[in-house]
């Protein structure tokens, strides 16, 4: 078990039976009152980003995660493919465990996989990835004076909105957390 003393960015404790990531805390002593610990906390589940008082000293169930490299390999039907980078075992991967980052996913991109002893808790896909843009509208000429947008279809399948001036085959930069287009990338 630890205490308040004991966290640090990134631990992830058991709090409420679920799994959380320490974002961010602060010390507090408020003059003649009882000294308290103000902690932010990501729920590894859901995303779920809440703010929490522990008293300070409080003990904490701090769970040890281990942290492996894995590449996505292919799909097997609805599970995802995956092999360890240095032992080259292959795991298959549920995608309600992947979640919403699923659609930027495309083969031989590496993931890290987040384990407690041998459960897969949470998985990170890169903040960013290039992916190539399949289908697109043509851009109407001389729209450019509002920040016009349109739908792009990717190489991997997903759809994200665009500005006017992407065409078929141009190379994009997504940030798979807010599933958004961030800029054109040059080969």
Same mark, same amino acid.
């Given at each position: 078990?630890?205490?308040?003393?004991?966290?640090r *960015? !990134?631990? @992830?404790i =058991?709090?409420?039976n679920?799994?959380?990531?320490?974002v961010?805390f602060q010390? @507090?002593? *408020? !003059?003649n009152? =009882? &000294? $308290?610990?103000?902690a932010?906390?990501k729920?590894?589940?859901?995303?779920? @980003?809440?703010?929490n008082? $522990?008293?300070?000293g409080?003990s904490?169930d701090d769970v040890?995660?281990? =942290?492996h490299i894995?590449?996505?390999?292919?799909?097997d !039907?609805k599970d995802?493919?995956?092999m360890?980078n240095?032992? $080259?075992e292959q795991i298959n991967?549920?995608p309600?465990?992947?979640?919403?980052g699923?659609?930027?996913?495309?083969?031989?991109?590496?993931?890290?996989?987040l384990?407690?002893?041998?459960?897969?808790? &949470?998985i990170e896909l890169?903040v960013?990835?290039?992916?190539?843009?399949?289908?697109?509208? *043509?851009g109407?000429?001389g729209d450019?004076?509002?920040?016009t947008l349109?739908p792009a279809?990717?190489?991997t399948g997903?759809?994200?909105n665009v *500005?006017? $001036?992407?065409?078929e !085959?141009?190379?994009?930069?997504?940030d798979?957390r807010s &599933?958004?287009?961030?800029?054109?990338v040059?080969?």
């Open positions: 078990m630890a205490t308040t003393a004991d966290f *960015p !990134g631990m @992830v =058991r709090w409420n679920e799994l959380w990531t320490l961010e010390h @507090v002593n *408020p !003059g009152w =009882r &000294a $308290f610990v103000r932010k906390l729920n590894m589940k859901t995303g779920k @980003v809440l703010e008082r $522990f008293r300070a409080e904490i040890r995660v281990e =942290r894995y590449q996505f390999l292919y799909r !039907g995802f493919v995956c360890h240095e032992t $080259f991967i549920s309600d465990v992947i979640g919403e699923q659609q930027f996913l495309k083969e031989n991109t590496n993931i890290d996989i384990f407690d002893d041998t459960v897969i808790i &949470a890169p960013f990835i290039n992916l190539r843009v399949v289908y697109t509208e *043509p109407v000429k450019t004076a509002t920040n349109k279809k990717l190489e997903a759809t994200v *500005p006017l $001036f992407v065409n !085959g141009d190379l994009l930069k997504i798979t &599933a958004g287009y961030v800029e054109r040059k080969e």
